[in-house]
RNA sequence: GGAGGGGUGGCAGAGCGGUUGAAUGCACCGGUCUUGAAAACCGGCAUAGGCUAAUACCCUAUCGUGGGUUCAAAUCCCACCCCCUCCGCCA
């Protein structure tokens, strides 16, 4: 959520910002909701206090025993009372719609944030290695995944529908692998703590990081089967619980930054994306991933912005994978986020680099929503920064060292970081 | 699933219809004392919203959450949420 403060004191900067982020904001509306709805608060607080001052008084008239006096004055605050609910009734009322409004705004994007709209907009910030050279014509990992009877969308899809995967033998064992290696290398080198979490959280949570109001259909909602009952939704990444672990609560400026890193399976309904990646198990509606989260202070998230991206980079160089790193323009961060560096990883079957990894700056955004603060010496509470980034996904990574590593034989090498979470140096085809 | 107990400030813990945003203790901050520290003593110390140039003053709200009764609710009533103990069942 923007700060209400800031678009009170500088809406023209808001208007723009926003429209950077392909956002047109609807001025008029605004002015009319935020002129109501500071008539209607100074109003109802005046009453309040005339109120408050009356009781005040009946109380020692009682105590006086001068009750007569004291019915007089009952008898007018009566009136307050009934004037206060009407004046309350329109305000709760404009406030509810302010609050719509401002829950549905984007964060705004930061100066270093590129221009743009389409993602051929995005500037390259880096790129990173050098795609295999295959004498022969490199599989994609259906084809792969087929070969080695390791991937299976057919019963999955028999269990679920479309959008499942079932993975057995070298290739179960390779995701199992590689969530382990991730996992370790941000623990044991990076400083991350390690943490597991529900997969099942509150609407008020989501709301926290912003997938709430705004994307619901995105999401897969499970209500309690007795029919009552609280409504749960299962997370579309780590970053939901991680992120909210600090909702509502006040740090030690000197305990930060709390870094953390989960390995989760995401769930999400992919609603706008019929037709789209179809083909293997690119995009799907249940997906691992090790996900890293951090909590700063909001003098600190820029530099821990680049620190994060190191860390999820560090994963695809340790597999020796070739990369590229994006820094996304305007129009393509998402709704929480100030900046966002994306990581694109080769992959021989598309001929392209596709996205393994989304590190973003959120600033206080998720911070306001989830009233997340930090105290630093004697002042006043303030709103933390929160960053995360995808450490990285775990079944396009599979995608990733499968095609990468594949043998014209159709055999695959295990990259060494991962012989030891494997037991072997090569998965062979079954005959 | 059954039976009880409980949710109050950073923590512990009083208050159970009236000038109570809330006693007291701990923690924390400032000061006195001390060569220094500790102890002791004195003072300060919630959060949010509004107003505002202001993190000043003032106003409003907040004692799990939401409703209700009342001139007035931390205190009474209703519903819900959460936590704890015991029993049963269970990965």
Redesign the pocket.
Known sequence: MLD??LL?ADLDAVVSQLARKGMTFDRAHYLTLEADR?RL??E???L??R??????Q???L??AGKIAE?DA??EE??N??EAISAIDAQFSSTSEALDELLLHLPNLPDASVPDGFREEENVVAATVGSAPDFAFEPKDHVALGELHRGIDFERASRLSGSRFVVMQDGFARLHRALGQYMLDLHSDHHGYQETTVPYLVDAAVLEGTGQLPKFKEDLFCIPESNGG??ERYLIPTAEVPLTNLFRET?VDAQALPFRLVAHTPCFRAEAGSYGRDVRGMFRQHQFDKVELVWITHPASSWDALEQLRGHAEAVLQGLDLHYRVLNLCGGDLGFSAAKTYDLEVWLPGQQQFREISSCSNCTDFQARRM?A?M?DG????ELVHTLNGSGVAIGRCLIAVVENYQQADGSINIPDVLVPYMGTKRLIPPQ
């Open positions: 209400p403060k009170r500071k608060q100074l109802s607080e005046s309040a206090n109120r408050k001052e009356g009781s005040k009946i109380g020692q009682m105590q004291a004055i009952k605050m009566a307050i009372g009952g609280r006040i009233q603060r105290r004697q002042g006043k509470p």
